[in-house]
């Protein structure tokens, strides 16, 4: 497996209170994404980062906030959480370039299991 | 945003028969796509890829087809085994100006019978 963790890999909090997931990886690779993976819906990105200090939204990026102040760290921010992010949440990293090589190959990291009550 | 879909939730095979799982894709600018393979608390994991300039891909054991005419795609596995049961993703890319952006299906659940 890809050196990908994820932490904590479950949590449950409250509706209302903050809560950071950080996804670490020690491949030097220079693309970190957060995915949301919901029944029905399959994996969701919702933010994305193409270098330190470099991201841009997904597709279901409202309420959430990322940074990235070095390679190996992606962290993931849920301002005020809702029960509607209860869901398990995965980081995936990437090396390639779409147009630089032939394949885009992401390595998932183990996920985090979010309860919001 | 983006549709890509599965025609079958479900998808239940013989060990040692062939599997076939589809999936339908909206976007006719996306010039990238992935089959991915997630086991029970894991993340997905990479199987192959086909790039829109091709139709066919083949791997260790697996084929991807891809029909730009109908945007459809397919992953086709040879001889199943029980390891491989997982549930089975396609993804497709945003296109040029969005290549970072991958939209998923919402999966198959394939399950191989002994």
């Known amino acids: 497996d890809a050196g990908i963790t994820q932490s904590p890999r479950h949590k449950v909090t409250e509706t209302g209170t903050p809560v950071t997931l950080r996804c670490h990886q020690t491949?030097?690779?220079?693309?970190m994404y957060w995915y949301r993976q919901d029944p029905g819906h399959g994996l969701r990105l919702i933010h994305y980062?193409?270098?330190?200090?470099?991201?841009d939204k997904g597709e279901v990026s409202d309420g959430y906030s990322v940074s990235r102040s070095k390679t190996e760290d992606f962290l993931l921010t849920l301002e005020s959480a809702t029960s509607s992010q209860t869901s398990v949440y995965f980081c995936?990293?990437?090396?390639?370039?779409?147009?630089?090589?032939?394949?885009?190959?992401?390595?998932f990291g183990p996920g985090t299991r979010l309860t919001v009550t | 945003g983006e549709s890509v879909g599965l025609h079958l939730p479900t998808l239940s095979v013989q060990e040692g028969d062939n599997s076939i799982i589809n999936c339908a894709y909206s976007?006719?600018?996306?010039?990238?796509f992935i089959w991915y393979k997630q086991e029970s608390g894991k993340g997905p994991q990479f199987i192959i890829d086909?790039?829109?300039?091709?139709d066919k891909r083949q791997g260790q054991r697996v084929t991807v087809l891809l029909n730009k005419t109908v945007k459809h795609l397919s992953l086709q596995i040879a001889a199943t085994q029980p390891g491989d049961s997982a549930v089975y993703f396609c993804?497709?890319?945003?296109?040029?100006?969005?290549?970072?952006?991958?939209?998923f299906g919402s999966g198959t659940k394939l399950n191989v019978k002994p």
């Open positions: 995936a990293i990437s090396e390639s370039s779409l147009y630089r090589r032939n394949s885009y190959e992401q390595y």
């Open positions: 491949e030097n690779h220079r693309y």
């Open positions: 980062s193409y270098g330190v200090k470099d991201t």
């Open positions: 976007n006719s600018a996306s010039d990238y």
């Open positions: 086909i790039r829109s300039n091709m």
């Open positions: 993804a497709e890319s945003g296109g040029i100006y969005n290549f970072n952006k991958f939209y």
